[in-house]
């Protein structure tokens, strides 16, 4: 009986120790992959005016405010359409009149040949003069700018004087809105027929091993030299009547949306920006 026990009692042991070197491996390799994602976004140290700290890229701003600097790509500046391709397939079909590009008709929205993740984004953009008083809403010269072919800043005519008596939609579908997530802080569009600007810095969102959205997109929004979104938190891939939300991806295009209106654009240029704190790879 004894020895019986005694023979129970070693297998336990063994089971036990077996159990407990897989729970160790388990925690170790658990430990190594939080140790690692810890790593990717630690802040090296550096003493205040630390002298062995690296100064950043010198660039050479533009001459005139709102035109490329020197480290910009630029996607468009009146000459080609070689950075773009049709969201249909093949070349893109806009049509290039003096130093802008407009939406045939049926010709379908554009995407970048690149590809970005965080980056700054310089637009102009016009919305069609004399457009009937009655075309209201949605349908009032409808466009979009999306980033990483997700993520749409809302190009409309929303430009108001009666304070959104006779030319009104949705907030968080006007221009310069996070299309279907929030509206701009304020209104600062332009009469149509006038050049509008956006200046957008946006952030990627990030995700784990297991798909998870550890950081949410983040996008500083200025139209016109106005100020209408702050760092603000993207809530997922925009989407129309219904809750946004992320699933993962990688790096992905700039988009132009045609929504059937003859939209103009001009002047587009792009910078890639490194992560913050600049130690994650891009
Ligand atoms: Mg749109």
Redesign the pocket.
């Known amino acids: 009986m004894k020895n019986r026990i005694k023979a129970i009692n070693s297998t336990f042991a063994v089971l036990l120790l077996r159990k407990t070197r897989i729970v160790v491996c388990l925690l170790l390799v658990a430990m190594v992959l939080g140790v690692s994602s810890y790593a990717a976004i630690e802040v090296k140290k550096y003493a205040v005016h630390d002298m062995e700290r690296k100064n950043p890229p010198v660039i050479n701003p533009a001459r005139r405010f709102g035109q490329a600097p020197s480290d910009a790509i630029v996607l468009f500046d009146g000459t080609d359409l070689v950075e773009w391709e049709s969201d249909k397939g093949g070349e893109a079909k806009w049509k290039i009149i003096d130093d802008y590009m407009e939406v045939p008709k049926k010709a379908g929205g554009i995407h970048t040949e690149k590809v970005f993740g965080n980056c700054q984004l310089h637009i102009e953009w016009r919305t069609p003069k004399g457009l009937d008083p009655k075309i209201t809403g949605q349908k009032r010269s409808?466009?979009?700018v999306s980033f990483m072919d997700k993520y749409?800043v809302?190009?409309l005519d929303s430009y108001t004087d009666d304070n959104y008596k006779t030319n009104r939609t949705y907030a968080d579908g006007q221009a310069a809105a996070i299309?279907g997530q929030n509206p701009p802080m304020v209104n600062a569009c332009r009469k149509a027929g006038k050049w509008q600007s956006y200046d957008i810095s946006f952030l990627r969102p990030l995700f784990d091993e297991s798909g998870q959205c550890i950081r949410k997109a983040r996008i500083t929004v200025i139209h016109n030299g106005v100020v209408v979104h702050n760092n603000l938190d993207i809530e997922g891939t925009t989407s129309h009547k219904r809750k946004a939300s992320y699933k993962p991806h990688g790096k992905g295009r700039i988009r132009l949306?045609d929504?059937g209106n003859p939209m103009c654009f001009r002047n587009i240029w792009i910078r890639k920006l490194p992560e913050q704190p600049y130690l994650i790879k891009d």
């Open positions: 409808n466009s979009g749409e809302q190009v299309y949306q929504h």
